[in-house]
Nanobody, 122 residues
Framework: QVQLVESGGGLVQAGGSLRLSCAAS????????MGWYRQAPGKQRELVAG?????????????NYADSVKGRFTISRDNAKNTVYLQMNSLKPEDTGVYYC??????????WGQGTLVTVSS
């Protein structure tokens, strides 16, 4: 059974940092593209950051970011731990939302985690 479990969300003041983790099970993790999405209240879910498969290496992959988080957020993966991370620095109130982990295989259906809430106070 494919499962994604996010952790690391919480309440932080503006300017602070958080690191989100997403542990995957039931998939051949290293060949899946992983991503973080977020959904703010009353808004559509949007892509925050993505990282492609890294082949036989334990980490790496090509990354892409939403313009609003470039230079502040970093996505990374550890294939040995089947985990993808999102390091979030210089957080702003507009970063508030539920953050979802997404796993997309080379073919087939994508998988979503249950989400973790990030609240940034001003």
């Amino acid at each position: 059974q494919v499962q994604l479990v996010e952790s690391g969300g919480g309440l932080v003041q503006a300017g602070g940092s958080l690191r989100l983790s997403c542990a995957a099970s039931g998939i051949f993790f290293s060949i899946w593209t992983m991503g973080w999405y977020r959904q703010a209240p009353g808004k559509q879910r949007e892509l925050v950051a993505g990282i492609t498969s890294s082949g036989r290496t334990t980490s790496g992959g090509r990354t892409n970011y939403a313009d609003s988080v470039k230079g502040r957020f970093t996505i990374s993966r550890d294939n040995a731990k089947n985990t993808v991370y999102l390091q979030m620095n210089s957080l702003k109130p507009e970063d508030t939302g539920v953050y979802y982990c997404n796993a997309r295989p080379p073919t087939g259906l994508e998988v979503w985690g249950q989400g973790t809430l990030v609240t940034v106070s001003s």
